[in-house]
Each structure stands twice: as C-alpha cells, then as structure tokens.
C-alpha cells in the first residue's frame, strides 16, 4: 500500500497528519487501481464462499430423477421434497432428539459452570492455579484420548443406546464452557464484587446480584457456543447410539441417510439444509455476542 | 499470585487461627467447584488412569480385562496393519490442512481489515460456513464434488477442464477436505480479523514515514502484533489435526455410497484406499468397531503422549492460558 504520507512534504511539516497535500497523480492511480484490485477478489472470493450453498439449495429442490442429469436448474421446482424427507426417515423423531440433547446439555452445562467460572475468576484460594491448568488440558485433550473408560463405565450402568452420557456428564462442568466464562467474568472489575462482600453479600449474593446481570452476554456467548456444538455433535452419537436409530440426533442420521436411499441428492441436500437452519436463525438473533465469544477464545496471547 | 496476596494479609493482620467468617467462604468457595471437581474426577483424571491400564490388557467389554504386559504394544509397533497408514494420514491433515486453512484465513482477514465499506456484510459470508453442522457441509462437498452430476466438474468443464474424482480418488480425497476446511475457515479468520483490527494504526504510519512499502509493513508492523494470535490459531489448528475425525468418517461413508445404517463407519473405513483413514479412526474402530478395548486403550495413550507434548507447548507459550492471564 503505498499512502499520501510517502509525499515529500510530510516529513518536514509541523502538524502531525498534513491533510491537504496533493497526492501525485500516478500514486493517486495507484490507489485505486488497488482498492479495485482488492475489491475484485473480495467479489470473487465471496462468489465462491456462497456458491455451495447455491448449489445445495438448487440441488434440494430437485426431482430425484433431475439429480441424476447434468442439469444444474431445477425443472420443475420440487418444493414437496422438504416434506418428504420426514416420511422416508423419522426426521422429527432425530430433530426432538438433537433439540433435547442440546438444551439438556447447556442448561445442564450453565448450572454447573457458571458457579466454577465464578469462584476461579473472582475468589482467590489455595489451589486456583493448579485447577484452572486441568481444566485448560481437559479441554484441549483429543476426547478420544479418555473415551474407552467412559465409554466402559456407561456401558456398566446400561446407557449406551441412548444421548444420556452426552448430556448428564455436563451436569459436573464442562471444561471449554468453563474457561470461557472465567474469560468473560475476569472483564468486570473486581470493584464491583469487593463492594457487594463490603455491602454484606456472601458468595453467592455476588455471583447473583452482581457478576450474573454484569456478565449476560458473555453467559449467552458460551451457552450457544454448547448448543451449537451439541447439535452439530457427530463423534458422541457415533459412539453412544449408532445401533440404535431412534435415538439419533438429526446431524448423525444426515450421514447415513444417503447410504439408505442410493443416490437421492434431491433429499440429501433438503435434509443437510434442514439440519443448518436452527443453526443459522440462532446466529442471526445472537449475532453480536456470539461473534465476541469466538474472539474471546482466542484472545490477547 | 495467590500465595504474595496471603503473606500480605498474614503481615498486616492479627495473627489468629482461621476466623469463622474465613472457613464459610473457603466452605462455599468448596461448594461452588465441587461438581466441577467430581467431574474432573470421574471424567479426566480416572480415565487417563483407567486408559494406561487397560493398554496392558485384554478387554471386549464382556469378560473383565485380562493383564497381558506390553504385547499391546509389540503389536501396534510392529505388526498392526494399518496404524502406519493412519498415522501418515493425520500427519497429512497436520502439515497440509492446518496451514493452508490457516494461512488463508489469514488472507482473507487481510482484505476484510482494509475494506472499510460494508465490512460486516463481508465478515458474514467469510464466516457463516463455519457454522454449518460439519457433517452437514462434508455431505454438501461431496455431493458438490461428486465425479458423475456435481456441479464443481461441470463447471470446470464449461472451461474444458476435465475434472479430477474428488472424493472417490485416493490423491484427490484429501485435498478435497483441504478445500472444506478453507471454506469453514470462518472462526480463525474472525480471531485474526480482531487481531489485526487491534493493531495500532500510527504503528503503519510511523512505518510509512520511515519509507517502508506495503510488503516491509506487513513484514515488520502486522505479523510480529498478531504474533501470538497465529500461533494460537496454529497450535488450535494442530490439535484439531490430530484428532481430525468427523469430515473424513463421513466423507468415506458418503463417497463410498455403501453406508449401511447402524454400522457405524467400520465398513466405509478410508474410503478410498485407506486415505482418508485417520489415527482417531482407526482407534475408534478397533476399539468400538471390533471391541479390542485394550489394544485401543495402547492408541490412545500414545495420542496422549503425542498431544500432551503439543499441550505442553502451548501451556508455555500463552497467557491466556495460565491463571493471571488473559485480564
């Protein structure tokens, strides 16, 4: 980038940023030369980053006979295939059971982690450092790492088959959820908290009256970040339900419906589209503290 | 930390055994853990422990699990058919996917810091894909990419290319799955987007003044801010990579067309030709495919030797990740 600072005259002048100097012409060119440089592959780029979605929407209007040509327009518009992807597999049977598995899970999640995310970011006792590491590696440990011996003592207590050890473990915190509260709590200031013990608050007076009111986005931030990643959850189904269909969770039974139906696209992509929308619409309302949220996961090293 | 502000207070208070008020804070202090505590218990500490002990067994979950010392291991070092392959596999997703994802995400955040106009329009198409349900975007691609009616060869043939079979060709499998995950690059991308967005603008001015070209600022003022937030992006990256699982279990299955419900992914495992068979694959299936816990138990001790080393490094290296961090 080449800028009207370069000119001559800037350094000498007195005032910090001189603002009126006549760029050179050829510089001037340059400039916008860039920024449609710049531009154009922003365009482009951005073509290409929505034109799947094109594809897969066109695709999901389709007749089962039209996906198998090379026709990239649906002829007719088959709109019926969204209603009928219910009636081939139990597909509202698989979305109750992933909405269930996902608000189970982060309300689980919330009553668990809030008040640890609470106590290791505003109270100080022996031990912080030492818990905050394991939960830092708890988090950041490949799952596969610990999923035999969990796997083995669900099995014990006669819960595989179903979405139960996805949800209930949440009920004893969940270590991303965790470090990402402390992350959000750790922003409002220790006064406020100080003057609420001065005021003759105990732990859990602060946690409520003040930290709580003071820290909503940041709650709903990590609350969808748990939905989000229980509805969109493919390993824990694999594991936990496989053998047992009518407890899928509709992102799971996406992947083996085309196995089922051969080389019905049409169907595939209405049901890959279905599976998105929640999704979607819940980002679209949050989108301001969700986008927070990610930043906050990877912030200031 | 911790420890400075006590002798503090030791100092300046009188010294009297622990005051009631003090045991009913470290009482609710207690309380306000403990389930996270328990869950820490039963859902870490026990199965790393329970993991190392079942690798010197022989275990299938009906019979308890039977001591046979290291000839887990003897096996997985010596003669288990495929551990090779998924290992150079994964390594593949390490030294490929996390850069190419990541230095992309990287361009892309570039551009959306310097355009000015409409930029939240921008962030948002750069992101959403990275909020599709990943088996939702991998069943996408695949169909996108599908040698026989997809749209990608088709398009490429309109400017007489003969496009490759994607997903159904061993070589082109994973670059495939190079190309999903620079379309769900979104949350890297938004993370160095806030990065560079915090990089003090009379930084690039005083560079200016000083003479230095587009590339010298780049060089010398946006990489050494933004540092540390690629680097995170990149170890994040790498262990993402060596647990990568989903898109390639699922790619295999679709591609493969012979998914049969119920089966789990055992059956479509690789497909094609082993290439997409990844070390976290290959653990599940022997472990919950043909129920050979304890030889499984062996692979996931050795990830978690391999991941611990990454932890480690990173623990190090950022702030953000240690208890005074991150304020």
């Given at each position: 980038?080449?800028?009207?600072?370069?000119?001559?005259?800037?350094?000498?002048?007195?005032?910090?940023?001189?603002?009126?100097?006549?760029?050179?012409?050829?510089?001037?060119?340059?400039?916008?030369?860039?920024?449609?440089?710049?531009?154009?592959?922003?365009?482009?780029?951005?073509a290409?980053?929505?034109?799947?979605?094109?594809?897969?929407?066109?695709t999901?209007?389709?007749?089962?006979?039209?996906t198998?040509?090379?026709?990239?327009?649906?002829?007719?518009?088959?709109?019926?295939?969204?209603?009928?992807v219910?009636?081939?597999v139990?597909?509202?049977?698989?979305?109750a059971?992933?909405?269930?598995?996902?608000?189970?899970?982060?309300?689980?999640?919330?009553?668990?982690?809030?008040?640890?995310?609470?106590?290791?970011?505003?109270?100080?006792?022996?031990?912080?450092?030492?818990?905050?590491?394991?939960?830092?590696v708890?988090?950041?440990?490949?799952?596969?790492?610990?999923?035999?011996?969990?796997?083995?003592?669900?099995?014990?207590?006669g819960?595989?088959?179903?979405?139960?050890?996805?949800?209930?473990?949440?009920?004893?915190?969940d270590?991303?959820?965790?470090?990402?509260?402390?992350?959000?709590?750790?922003?409002?200031?220790?006064?406020y908290?100080?003057?609420?013990?001065?005021?003759?608050?105990?732990?859990?007076?602060?946690?409520?009256?003040?930290?709580?009111p003071?820290?909503?986005?940041?709650?709903?931030?990590?609350?969808?970040?748990?939905?989000?990643?229980?509805?969109?959850?493919?390993?824990?189904?694999?594991l936990?339900?496989?053998?047992?269909?009518?407890?899928?969770?509709?992102?799971?039974?996406?992947?083996?419906?085309?196995?089922?139906?051969?080389?019905?696209?049409?169907?595939?992509?209405?049901?890959?589209?279905l599976?998105?929308v929640?999704?979607?619409?819940?980002?679209f309302?949050?989108?301001?503290?969700?986008?927070e949220?990610i930043?906050?996961?990877?912030?200031?090293? | 930390?911790?420890?400075?502000?006590?002798?503090?207070?030791?100092?300046?208070?009188?010294?009297?055994?622990?005051?009631?008020?003090?045991?009913?804070?470290?009482?609710?202090?207690?309380?306000?853990?403990?389930?996270?505590l328990?869950?820490?218990?039963?859902?870490?500490?026990?199965?790393?422990?329970?993991?190392?002990?079942?690798?010197?067994?022989?275990?299938?979950?009906?019979?308890?699990?039977?001591?046979?010392?290291l000839?887990?291991?003897?096996?997985?070092?010596?003669?288990?058919?495929?551990?090779?392959?998924?290992?150079?596999?994964?390594?593949?997703?390490?030294?490929?996917?996390?850069?190419?994802?990541?230095?992309?995400a990287?361009?892309?955040?570039?551009?959306?810091?310097?355009a000015?106009?409409?930029?939240?329009v921008?962030?948002?198409?750069?992101?959403?894909?990275?909020?599709?349900?990943?088996?939702?975007?991998?069943?996408?691609?695949?169909?996108?990419?599908?040698p026989?009616?997809?749209p990608?060869?088709?398009?490429?043939?309109?400017?007489?290319?003969?496009?490759?079979?994607?997903?159904?060709?061993?070589?082109?499998?994973?670059?495939?799955?190079?190309?999903?995950?620079?379309?769900?690059?979104?949350?890297?991308?938004?993370?160095?987007?806030?990065?560079?967005?915090?990089?003090?603008?009379?930084?690039?001015?005083?560079?200016?003044?000083?003479?230095?070209?587009?590339?010298?600022?780049?060089?010398?003022?946006?990489?050494?801010?933004?540092?540390?937030?690629?680097?995170?992006?990149?170890?994040?990256?790498v262990?993402?990579?060596?647990?990568?699982?989903?898109?390639?279990?699922?790619a295999?299955?679709?591609?493969?067309?012979?998914a049969?419900?119920?089966?789990?992914?055992g059956?479509?495992?690789?497909y094609p030709?082993?290439?997409?068979?990844?070390?976290t694959?290959?653990?599940?299936?022997?472990?919950?495919?043909?129920?050979?816990?304890?030889?499984?138990?062996?692979?996931?001790?050795?990830?978690?030797?391999?991941?611990?080393?990454?932890?480690?490094?990173?623990?190090r290296?950022?702030?953000?990740?240690?208890?005074?961090?991150?304020?």
């Amino acid at each position: 980038m080449t800028s009207a600072t370069l000119t001559p005259e800037a350094p000498a002048s007195p005032a910090p940023r001189p603002r009126r100097i006549r760029t050179p012409r050829s510089l001037r060119t340059r400039r916008v030369l860039g920024w449609i440089a710049e531009h154009a592959v922003l365009i482009v780029l951005a073509a290409l980053f929505v034109s799947p979605v094109v594809f897969v929407f066109l695709t999901s209007v389709m007749s089962s006979s039209q996906t198998l040509t090379a026709s990239l327009w649906p002829q007719p518009f088959v709109w019926s295939n969204y209603l009928t992807v219910f009636t081939t597999v139990p597909l509202a049977q698989w979305f109750a059971n992933s909405a269930m598995y996902a608000i189970l899970a982060t309300a689980f999640m919330l009553i668990s982690s809030v008040p640890a995310a609470y106590a290791l970011a505003k109270i100080r006792f022996r031990g912080s450092g030492v818990l905050f590491t394991a939960i830092i590696v708890a988090m950041l440990l490949p799952p596969q790492v610990t999923a035999i011996p969990i796997y083995v003592m669900w099995s014990q207590l006669g819960l595989t088959g179903t979405l139960w050890p996805l949800i209930l473990p949440n009920l004893l915190g969940d270590a991303f959820s965790i470090f990402l509260l402390r992350q959000f709590f750790l922003t409002i200031p220790t006064e406020y908290s100080d003057a609420a013990r001065i005021d003759g608050n105990g732990e859990f007076g602060v946690l409520w009256r003040v930290v709580l009111p003071m820290a909503k986005p940041g709650i709903a931030a990590t609350a969808i970040f748990m939905f989000f990643n229980s509805w969109n959850d493919y390993y824990g189904p694999l594991l936990y339900t496989s053998e047992n269909p009518a407890a899928w969770p509709v992102a799971y039974g996406l992947a083996s419906f085309r196995g089922v139906h051969g080389t019905d696209w049409g169907l595939t992509m209405a049901m890959t589209i279905l599976v998105t929308v929640p999704v979607v619409i819940i980002f679209f309302f949050a989108q301001r503290v969700f986008v927070e949220g990610i930043t906050l996961t990877g912030v200031k090293g | 930390m911790t420890t400075t502000a006590r002798s503090v207070g030791r100092a300046t208070a009188r010294p009297t055994r622990p005051s009631r008020s003090r045991r009913r804070r470290n009482l609710v202090t207690l309380a306000l853990l403990a389930p996270t505590l328990l869950g820490l218990a039963i859902f870490f500490v026990y199965p790393l422990i329970a993991s190392v002990y079942y690798s010197f067994t022989r275990f299938d979950l009906i019979s308890p699990p039977q001591w046979i010392g290291l000839r887990n291991y003897e096996y997985l070092f010596t003669q288990d058919p495929n551990v090779w392959t998924a290992t150079l596999n994964t390594l593949w997703f390490v030294v490929i996917w996390v850069p190419v994802k990541t230095g992309f995400a990287l361009i892309v955040a570039g551009l959306l810091a310097r355009a000015r106009r409409a930029s939240g329009v921008w962030r948002t198409i750069f992101y959403l894909p990275a909020l599709v349900p990943p088996v939702a975007s991998v069943v996408a691609f695949v169909f996108l990419f599908n040698p026989g009616t997809g749209p990608v060869n088709q398009v490429l043939a309109w400017f007489g290319i003969k496009g490759p079979l994607w997903f159904n060709d061993p070589a082109w499998s994973k670059p495939s799955l190079v190309l999903l995950g620079i379309w769900v690059m979104g949350d890297i991308m938004i993370i160095l987007l806030a990065a560079l967005l915090d990089v003090p603008r009379e930084q690039y001015e005083a560079a200016s003044l000083d003479g230095a070209g587009g590339l010298q600022k780049v060089r010398y003022v946006t990489l050494p801010s933004i540092s540390p937030v690629l680097l995170f992006a990149a170890v994040t990256g790498v262990i993402a990579a060596i647990q990568y699982f989903t898109e390639a279990a699922v790619a295999s299955s679709v591609a493969s067309g012979k998914a049969v419900v119920g089966e789990g992914i055992g059956n479509t495992l690789g497909y094609p030709d082993n290439s997409l068979l990844t070390y976290t694959q290959w653990l599940y299936v022997r472990g919950f495919g043909t129920y050979q816990l304890g030889y499984a138990s062996a692979l996931a001790v050795l990830l978690f030797i391999v991941a611990a080393v990454i932890l480690l490094l990173l623990l190090r290296r950022f702030k953000a990740f240690t208890p005074e961090g991150a304020q």
